[in-house]
């Protein structure tokens, strides 16, 4: 039977709180709330495009760190602080997933994010 292991994304934490970026047993990859924070400094920063870029480049970090790559996400739940978020965030998107026919599922919807966050987001995967 297989062990749960924690995946961390380096430089990224949740703070003070008590959890990991996300868990992993077998080949099922399960993330927490995946935010747009600066690897090099743990800081989110104040522009919205920042935190975008970012927030990308941390969930491909989160995938190599967790065994495997963005192919493998078949679910994606993203909370945008507000609906005037949704460009910056598919712009993003796109440059992860350009191909139409390759993408994971998605579901967007807003939420009250705080200390300045203006998106995260949560994975599944399953590798292979």
């Known amino acids: ?15 003070k709180a008590p959890i990991p970026m996300g868990a992993k047993i077998g080949s099922i990859v399960y993330s927490s709330a995946i935010m747009g924070k600066d690897a090099r400094t ?17 969930i491909k970090a989160f995938m190599e760190a967790a065994g495997g790559s963005t192919d493998q996400i078949i679910r994606m739940s993203v909370y945008l602080k507000d609906n005037s978020y949704r460009e910056l965030f598919n712009q993003e998107w796109l440059r992860m997933f350009p191909n139409p026919h390759d993408r994971p599922a998605r ?3 807003l939420a009250d994010l705080n200390r300045g966050m203006c998106a995260q987001v949560e994975i599944i995967a399953v590798l292979y």
């Open 107 to 109: 579901h967007i919807s």
């Open 42 to 58: 743990d800081e989110l920063p104040e522009d919205a495009e920042s935190q975008f870029q970012f927030l990308f480049r941390n």
């Open 1 to 15: 039977m297989a062990k749960r292991e924690v995946i961390e994304i380096p430089g990224v934490t949740h703070g």
